[in-house]
């Protein structure tokens, strides 16, 4: 069955609040799904978003993208494949809108060659990473620094609990991974977003909505651009933990070993999804 576009999608998680006030309004008058040009107006009227100048949405059927690298290429062309109601690829698009400079250079490690490729998927240490960040990527903006090892060592009780009052003040997370993006119009336990923890002065978490994606932007750019960017840069974070981020977070909840878990696990790289693979729903 073919998925409903649903215009209050993102007034109902406070994952979505990085998303621009244009483009909200553009979705809550939205009464079916866009296809690739409305997208691209979208991001053209938004007037924080500067850098889709050399970039398009288009048709995902109307693209050659059966060869390996496919997709790869064609985004590095400024064409970006979206295929319609779909809505992975209309959470793609909208971190898109945003996070341009990031995403334009997630797809670059994808071209890059690496000489370390994993023999499990054929990619490189680079690649890993940058296809679990696209996937299920947030990055962690925070002044205090105790707060930031909290996550480093997995101490989820006393950062989600015992330092809850100091998170609203001192930390702040936006979830750039549209897979997770998509997932969380459902929310479930099990949920883990891959982190690159950013340390900044508090003037950073002062800054307006637009100036903070920014900002956001160009540091994951230097982030991501690292020459030793691997899965093990990439923090898991239990985001259902986040104040108001999932119902009922009381002590049971945050007692869940299974979801805030305290040791890492090797993670699986995802595979770049084929038109059947990606969720369509």
């Known amino acids: 069955m073919e998925p409903r576009f649903e215009p209050t999608v993102l007034e109902r998680h406070p994952a979505y609040d990085f998303i621009s006030e244009s483009v909200r309004r553009r979705v809550r008058a939205q009464a079916s799904w866009p296809d690739p040009d409305t997208l691209t107006a979208w991001a ?21 993208l059966s060869a390996p690298r496919a997709y790869e290429r064609c985004v590095d062309s400024g064409k970006i494949p979206t295929r319609p109601r779909n809505w992975h690829d209309f959470m793609n698009a909208l971190v898109w ?5 990031s995403k334009a250079l997630l797809n670059r490690i994808q071209l890059d060659a690496d000489l370390d490729k994993d023999r499990r998927n054929g990619r490189g ?25 909290l996550v480093r060592a997995l101490r989820w009780a006393e950062l ?20 997770l ?28 909505a637009a100036q903070l994606r920014r900002h956001s932007d160009a540091a994951l750019g230097r ?10 840069s990439l923090s898991p974070m239990p985001v259902l933990g986040l104040p108001g981020w999932f119902p009922d977070q009381d002590a049971a909840f945050y007692a869940d070993a299974d979801y805030f878990r305290t040791e890492r696990r090797v993670p699986l790289t995802p595979a770049r999804q084929s038109p059947s693979s990606r969720s369509s729903q």
């Open 125 to 149: 240490r680079r690649q890993n990473a940058g296809a679990h960040f696209d996937e299920c990527g947030a990055v962690v903006l925070c002044d205090a620094p105790h707060l930031l090892e």
């Open 160 to 179: 989600f609990q015992r330092r809850r009052a100091e998170l609203h003040l001192h930390f702040k997370l936006l979830l750039v991974g549209h897979g």
């Open 44 to 64: 053209h009227e938004a007037g924080d978003i500067t850098h889709l100048n050399d970039f398009r949405f288009v048709d995902w059927a109307e693209q050659a």
């Open 223 to 232: 982030q991501l651009s690292s020459p030793t960017l691997s899965t093990a």
């Open 181 to 208: 993006l998509d997932l969380l119009r459902a929310p479930h336990r099990g949920l883990v977003a891959k982190a690159l923890l950013l340390p900044c002065d508090s003037a950073v978490l002062k800054l307006e």
């Open 97 to 101: 809108m945003h996070f341009p400079r």
